[in-house]
């Protein structure tokens, strides 16, 4: 016995030693067997930026088409497809997924941009469009879940903030307006340097990026008229005082070549295209989408010249886009396929569904219509509101020329039957008015659902009706937000619980701060 415990002793110390020995060894050239030959210690913010608009443009509340089936435009028999038109109980986590995707992907890539061109004087303009572009990010996610980690948001590697404090989403909008207002000041055509063909949206063009800045802030300003009404006078005023976006020349959009990897291909129509369309044949519809009931409706009751653009229906496999057997299906389907579901509306291949489009970020249709608000409360004198609504419907038709390619999409004697058909009724109330001008919005900012919601939520328009299907988890009512991810009451426990103590239940009735009762 003794024998065998010496013989296991020594072993045991020759086997230590030898450990010492190769580790010994192994720390000598660490550094240079454990770094990847082919990755970068240092990004490259022309990379990295570019990176950042993609993802920023494909996370959104239209990639997952949840906001498609809430503003009515889509639905589906079953209750997956059709959460957004439902309101499911079972499916209520779905909307979690923007927070989910946003935070490693655009949010984590802004924030790197900007840690490496802000401190050097010859990128301000970088800097610059960086901060706008994180200002776009951000309010596009605060507005679905409210309050959010933002002042400590992707600190994980930088600062070891691995639970970062939810921000109220009033200190959000101070933020982000103050980082808009501050960046649109700073550009510089005089200073050279930009991102040139990194840049997806602009390609450099800092005079450009002027104008989405205070177009956002035109965006952001109004969103807080419940809130405090004099704040959005001062927001919106001193917006369109610097130059907002007027015309087709300056809109944000983002170009696809639709080929190659899915990053190349336009993000919202890719999503709808997979999800259901790639057949396109009508009936073989992977999650039993189609056009909604109220949506085709409205679009065929004001012979809305867009309803040939949008929408097909298959007839003997083949699409038609004839005006006349456009229908679209009821919302409360309860988990059957409809007998005659090859009959209904889907969207159209050649633009909705069209992966080599451009995604249109903010338009000129959209600053339009906001301004056009803007002059009914008084707030803007140069243009009628008249005027200023009339514009946003031309050019709302006026963009499916951009999305679809060709010229003349739409023929502008319709256009101008249209808009006579359509005109703002001036005599009567700021609220009537305000119903016409978002009713238009409604259908002129398609596929845009996420900014149709956000308006939908703080004006009331339009005055869509609820689903109460059974089993849902509203009460038969349009969801005000978005539910956390299950992860963050595990992981980010304090935060989460305050975030929520602060603005209330993590439900879907949950107002979020500027939408106020």
């Known amino acids: 016995m003794k024998q065998t415990i010496t013989k296991y002793k020594y072993t045991g110390l020759l086997s230590l030693a030898l450990c010492t020995t190769l580790l010994q060894s192994c720390d000598k050239d660490f550094e240079e067997i454990n770094t990847n030959p082919n990755a970068v210690s240092v990004p490259t913010p022309q990379y990295l930026f570019s990176k950042a608009l993609y993802d920023g443009a494909a996370y959104s509340g239209n990639t997952g088409k949840l906001l498609f089936g809430a503003m009515q435009y889509t639905t589906s028999y079953n209750d997956v497809e059709g959460f957004g038109s439902k309101y499911v109980a079972s499916q209520v986590n779905r909307t979690s997924e923007f927070f989910t995707l946003a935070y490693p992907a655009q949010i984590n890539e802004i924030g790197e941009v900007i840690k490496a061109v802000k401190d050097d004087p010859t990128k301000i303009n970088m800097y610059a469009v960086a901060r706008i572009w994180k ?85 952001l300003g109004m969103r807080l008229t419940k809130v405090d009404a004099a704040a959005a006078q001062s927001w919106v005023t001193k917006a369109i005082a610097g130059g907002v976006i007027k015309e087709h020349a300056d809109i944000a959009k983002v170009s696809y070549v639709g080929s190659g990897q899915e990053i190349n291909r336009n993000p919202v129509a890719w999503q709808l295209l997979k999800d259901n369309y790639l057949r396109a044949d009508g009936n073989n519809n992977t999650e039993g989408g189609k056009y909604q009931k109220a949506f085709i409706d409205s679009l065929k009751i004001n012979n809305d010249p867009r309803l040939s653009v949008l929408a097909v229906v298959y007839v003997g496999g083949a699409a038609n886009s004839t005006e006349a057997i456009q229908k679209g299906m009821a919302s409360n389907i309860n988990g059957t396929k409809p007998a005659d579901f090859v009959t209904y509306s889907e969207p159209k291949q050649t633009t909705v569904l069209k992966i080599d489009a451009p995604l249109l970020l903010f338009t000129a ?150 939408d106020k009762q």
Request: glycine residues 6%; aromatic residues 14%.
């Open 365 to 514: 249709a959209e600053s339009n219509f906001l301004l056009a608000e803007a002059a009914l409360r008084n707030w803007y004198s140069a243009e009628t509101a008249t005027a200023l609504y009339e514009k946003g419907i031309r050019l709302s038709m006026q963009q499916w020329d951009l999305i679809s390619g060709t010229t003349g999409t739409i023929d502008a004697g319709r256009i101008n039957s249209y808009v006579a058909a359509h005109a703002l009724r001036t005599s009567a109330s700021q609220a009537v008015q305000l119903e016409q001008i978002y009713n238009q919005f409604w259908v002129g900012i398609f596929p845009d659902a996420q900014e149709v919601y956000n308006n939908y939520r703080r004006t009331g328009y339009p005055a869509l009706v609820p689903n109460n299907y059974p089993g849902n988890a509203t009460g038969g009512r349009i969801f005000r937000r978005c539910l956390y991810p299950v992860l963050e009451q595990t992981l980010n426990r304090a935060s989460y619980n305050e975030a929520i103590g602060r603005q209330g239940a993590d439900d879907l009735m949950t107002r979020v701060w500027w």
């Open 135 to 219: 200002a776009y990010c951000f309010s596009r996610l605060t507005d679905l879940y409210g309050d959010i980690p933002y002042s400590q948001a992707a600190q994980g590697y930088n600062l070891s903030l691995f639970q970062p404090k939810y921000d109220p989403q009033s200190a959000i909008y101070a933020d982000m307006l103050k980082e808009l207002e501050e960046a649109a000041a700073a550009l510089s055509p005089a200073n050279a340097t930009t991102f040139g063909v990194a840049d997806l949206i602009y390609q450099g063009n800092t005079a450009q990026w002027k104008k989405l800045a205070y177009s956002l802030m035109l965006r």
